[in-house]
């Protein structure tokens, strides 16, 4: 069963319990969020109401109101349990205090309702939950589709998900690579950064957040000192102004800064971040080469497997407690470093099928207490295993 499958039966499952509460689903846009939603309005037999700030004259937070006591009276007169969904809630000016004050009043009278939103903000979504609503939600986070989903869905292949990544609405697109390229840039991208993040955020230097998304998709998987980027970068201010700008980019689930694993808080965050997408898509769109060049230069294709381990393994530990960050120690480098508590797992990456030294992971186990060195590739655990595995399962003996 894919991940959103079982996402989708947990929530389900909720549903069904007799209790009242507040479901908040957030990711990026186009990971199948509404699907998950309108999945299970359309499998629940009580009072229901679906509604979405993109539907025209819809953003306004009576109309909000409007559909709630809409949905209250169907409660009151059929006598059963009833669903409210909310999809883009970030849109409805002042979303959080009507919906605190709704849920509050439905609270004291007992009303059976429960309320599932939805949002592709999650930084303003989160600040309206932290705010007004503090103790009466629960965040599920919906990351991009995994290989599995997408082999099972639309048939492709592991080069063809290396390269074109996880977009469900682009991978019916991926035979006609232009057109899937413009796809990506213009649903995704921009709307992404012109909508999510510049409207909703304040953003001082919108062009610099631009450049800084291309050049973060440019060096997926290379370590960039913030120092480097100011060189690179136009306008580019100082390094907290970029360092801030990456928090935005990862946010809306483009491009993470991994830090360096060191043992210590105080130099990891002092560290140069190495740049990982959350999507392979990204990268490849922006990307002047096409599928079948990038796979014929074996130095090219190693960097975008490398970034979709590092997708792979980002989008499984969102909301978990398991951290992602690398190892780079003088001319020793490990791709990623997992760990969860005081359990560690060094990576690293191998695409080509020579055999090759890894001076990286036995200068890592030297340096610090690694519980498992593990090899991606040819040489160690092969991708089709690795897409197919848990977090915990890197962790077993």
């Known amino acids: 069963m894919s991940y959103h499958r079982e996402l989708e039966e947990k929530i389900a499952d909720q549903v069904a319990e007799p209790r009242h509460f507040i479901q908040v689903l957030l990711g990026p846009r186009q990971v199948g969020k509404t699907t998950i939603a309108k999945d299970i309005f359309d499998k629940f037999k009580g009072p ?22 809409l949905l209250r009276e169907k409660i009151l007169a059929q006598k059963k349990d009833g669903l409210l969904i909310i999809d883009e ?28 939103i939805l949002g592709s903000a999650p930084l303003l979504i989160q600040k309206g939950l932290s705010e007004s609503l503090a103790g009466r939600f629960e965040v599920t986070e919906v990351p991009h589709w995994m290989y599995e989903e997408a082999h099972q869905a639309f048939k492709v292949n592991i080069d063809e998900y ?47 957040l631009r450049q800084l998304f291309f050049l973060s998709c440019e060096y997926s998987g290379q370590i960039l000192s913030y120092q480097k980027m100011v060189g690179q970068l136009q306008d580019a201010g100082n390094t907290t102004t970029l360092a801030h700008y990456l928090e935005l980019l990862s946010a809306v689930g483009f491009v993470k800064g991994l830090q360096k694993f060191t043992g210590s808080k105080v130099l990891t965050r002092a560290s140069s971040p190495k740049l990982q997408v959350y999507n392979t898509a990204l990268l490849s769109a922006l990307s002047n080469e096409s599928f079948e060049t990038i796979k014929q230069s074996p130095e090219k294709w190693g960097r975008w497997v490398e970034s979709a381990v590092g997708a792979h393994l980002l989008n499984k530990l969102m909301g978990t407690a398991y951290k992602l960050e690398y190892w780079k120690e003088g001319p020793y480098e490990v791709d990623f470093v997992l760990s969860l508590g005081k359990k560690v797992v060094a990576i690293e990456v191998k695409s080509g099928k020579k055999k090759e030294s890894l001076p990286g992971l036995a200068e890592i186990r030297k340096k610090h207490n690694i519980h498992r060195a593990l090899v991606l590739g040819p040489q160690g655990i092969p991708l089709s295993e690795f897409f197919k595995m848990d977090l915990e399962d890197f962790f077993k003996n």
């Open 89 to 116: 809630i970030h849109k409805y000016h002042q979303w959080e205090k009507t919906v605190k004050a709704y849920w509050d009043e439905d609270s004291r009278k007992k009303t059976k309702l429960k309320v599932i």
């Open 48 to 69: 229901k109401v679906f509604i979405s700030a993109d539907d025209p004259g819809l953003s306004e937070s009576q109309n909000l109101a409007e559909y709630w006591n």
């Open 162 to 208: 290396i390269y074109f990544g996880g977009y469900p609405g682009s991978l019916n697109l991926i035979n006609d690579e232009n057109r899937w390229k413009s796809y990506i840039k213009n649903s995704l991208i921009e709307t992404t950064i012109s909508r999510d993040i510049m409207l909703l955020t304040r953003i001082d230097k919108p062009a610099l």
